[in-house]
């Protein structure tokens, strides 16, 4: 007979089927009242219910009159209310918390709701009932009327946050939300990055359907039905498309905007964009290929080659891995001689690529050039209220901790983890709870693709994942040519194709934006050119060689955002996901570059996930390629290359978006996998905990998460390396006093007492000072010392990630805190696995070294001395509120700052005990 597992249809016989059914069904005895399997938590602030109506704002609005919403004063219900939660977990001592704490700092993540607050039947086959955080339980008697559920209470949450994100996948933001700069930009850089026509993401869905058959055709299906229910809860909340209902967003009538109905379309253009904002690596060789041949020019081809290497840290043997195993990929050191290699040239001529203005439209002064590889700060779209920061480069916080039940002292697993994506009001992320045929998951998704659970948990399993950024975008040089036959330019819109002249795509996208509360800009048409070759979207036009060359973006998830959703879905079904192998095959069908992480009550598990191309012969990993067909990609690494891991050897798994394993190469774009990175905090607790058979309960590996989510990792890693070089500098010393206490009590940046100030606060004004401040940097005179000044500060690559960016993230993808660590140690006799070819502070000289190291150091004292106009360093102070989590306002509605942390937005505590029945 046939039995239907997860959606899929298997031929058994009659006794099998009774067994298939016994491990789908059989619950064990052990594991926490409410669930058979185990014990979990989770946390998403600042709370589930995201929607503000005309009622909520007057509720906001007569407790503060710059709309900033408190929980238990002036919040609606849920508005707020997980903010507190999580801040209350920084005012703890790490080291007190117990098992038992963890329930005061999180919420239960179980399958049934502990109270129910309010429940609907919406339509036939659908029930939604929300518990006491407004977390909606959605049950649907078929798999697409639970999509169908996911659409319409996703909706209730996030009907206006989606609209904007859906916009802003358009590149239509400034039409709908107002012409201001920062819009105008952002519709900018999203043409670059994923621009289609109507007609082209209308077809991914479909396309996607096609690609995985039967599983794709179900998710199809369901993504038809998921529209369905937004589109049914828009027409509930707004009858009639009329902004003033009373269920109605507020923001809408503050736009003068009216709510229209879904597409197919419109998922595809949300998940490009966070496809695109989150999900991918690389594309930087233009930038690479420019500082390389500066280098080169001053320091000839071999050394400025080793020097470029040096920085680069491609693959540094002695930098933490998440893996243990090697995996290989990217190849070896930079080699511009390959025949394939297109070098653009430095002081070449140049034409607008994707994204300029075009036919009368003009913009506003100010805004950045449009380069290839994308911006190298944030972006920001604006609503009503405030801005949304979109993290372009760095990916935020995500961490994972994973100890095996060697380690444990239950005998199980015990696991913390989360993802980063911003701190925002409402969340972009919103939680559900899922519940049909071929479905059974909680957890959050990105609002506007919730058909599906993106990190949770299934029936006795969790996953969660951090950002791997490995490199699946490569920049490639096409040569422009004119049809006629006439001679090109870099103004000639064809390009050469298996040896023809071919016309580039071209298209003008073009809108009207309107006066609005977000920008009274009198109304302005907005026209913009964008070129596409067959490889993918131009980024500009200049000369290889003298030769007229198109810079394309090849994004290996371009035209492909929705075929993730498959590797979703089947995370999402419990007949699928059983095991630790089979997340494993699950993971292997999301496209996007994430490291995905398992637990369930028996293994802990890896896998980096990624559409990866295999480069063709001639090419090199970090510089741009011809556009000649014999050096486009020849294949997709396969699943067994990618980096993975089951029950390492260890005894646990650590990533805060850390190198994936050794031997696999960091993207062009990241050049900070060296010698320090954030995860050594988390790491470093880990390994200590459990040295010499030591065990872990939960509530302690809780704790030391939140003991590394206030160090200064910057600090703490790259001090001891300073003090050293400087020595008994008199003319430093009390300074170095201060940083040395700091160092000594862990470098943390807390106020667990919220008593205004930071312990250590001069030290903390110091540091910060000399790091970056006042147009110096320790960092880049010690690198100064043998690049000089004008290379060091072309080198491509930010100084800091500092928290009082306000988005919470703080010390990720910084290649300057390695090369401090690594040049000073190194200069002082410390032999690493590899090691620099060259010494850069002091040019190798240690009394230079010293003598720079000390001079900047006092100039930074001296700075911060005047700026305060104070006359000794204990006078010092550091406003802690610079560092603030400061939540952007999404809509017309904000939440108050918290204190500074390092950890997830959506984090969950996994201490499972039981399982089905294995196979």
Known sequence: MRASIGGRSVLVGTGACAAVLAVILAAPASGAAGDPYGTLWNILPPGQSGTITAAGLLQVLAGDPNRVAVDGTNAPPNFADQLEMYDALNRRDPASITTADIGTYYKRSDFTPQTVVRSAQPKAGVSVKWDSYGVPYITGATYDDTMWGAGYAGTKDRMFLMDVLRHAGRARLAEFAGATPDNLQMDREQLRSAFYTEAEAQAQIGNAAIRFGAEGQRLMHGADAFIAGINAAQNEMCPGGVPTGPSCPAEYAALGKTPQPWTRADVTYVASLVGGIFGKGGGHEYENALWLQQVQAKFGAVQGRSIYNDLRE????????????????????????????????????????????????????????????????????????????????????????????????????????????????????????????????????????????????????????????????????????????????????????????????????????????????????????????????VQLRTTVKGVPVAIVSQRSTYQHEVDSLAGFARLNDPGYTTNATTFKAAASAIDYTFNWFYTDDRDIAYFSSGRLPVRAAGTDFDLPRWGDAKYDWTGWLPDSAHPQQINPSRGYLVSWNNKTAPGFSAADSVWGYGTVYRSLALEDRVKAAIAHGGKLDIGRLTGLLADSATVDSRAFYTLPALLKAIGDDPATAPARALLQSWLADGAHRVDRARTGHYAHEQAIRIFDEWWDGGGAAVARDLVAGKLGETLTSELPQPIDDHPRLGRGSSWNEIAWYGYVNKDLRQLAGTTFASPYANHYCGDGDAAVCQATLATSLADAVRRAMSDEGVTGVQQLTYDKTQDDIRSATAGVVGVRPIDWQNRPTFQQVVAFTGHRPRP
């Open 314 to 537: 491609k693959n540094d043997a002695d930098a933490p891995t998440t893996a243990e195993t090697r995996f290989p990929y990217g190849g070896g050191a930079i080699n511009e001689r390959q025949p394939g290699v297109a070098l653009p040239d430095l002081h070449g001529p140049q034409a607008p690529g994707t994204g300029e203005p075009i036919n009368g439209t003009t913009l506003p002064s100010g805004l950045p050039a449009l380069v290839p590889g994308g911006p190298t700060s944030n972006l920001s779209m604006n609503t009503p209220q405030g801005s949304i920061d979109v993290p372009i480069v760095s990916h935020g916080m995500s961490n994972a901790v994973l100890v095996d039940a060697k380690h444990s002292t239950t005998g199980h697993p015990i696991t913390v983890f989360g993802p980063q994506t911003g701190y925002y009001t409402p969340q972009l992320l919103t939680e559900e709870v899922l519940d049909g045929p071929g479905v059974k998951a909680r957890g959050v998704a990105f609002a506007g693709t919730n058909l599906v659970v993106q990190l949770g948990r299934g029936v006795d399993y969790a996953w969660s994942a951090t950002s791997a950024s490995n490199d699946l975008v490569d920049t490639v040089a096409e040569r422009l040519c004119n049809t006629d036959g006439t001679p090109a330019t870099v103004s000639s819109t064809a390009y050469v194709r298996d040896g023809r002249c071919v016309p580039l795509d071209r298209f003008e996208p073009s809108y009207l934006a309107m006066p609005s509360a977000g920008s009274p800009s009198p109304p302005q048409r907005y026209t913009y050119l964008v070129l596409r070759s067959n490889h993918g979207i």
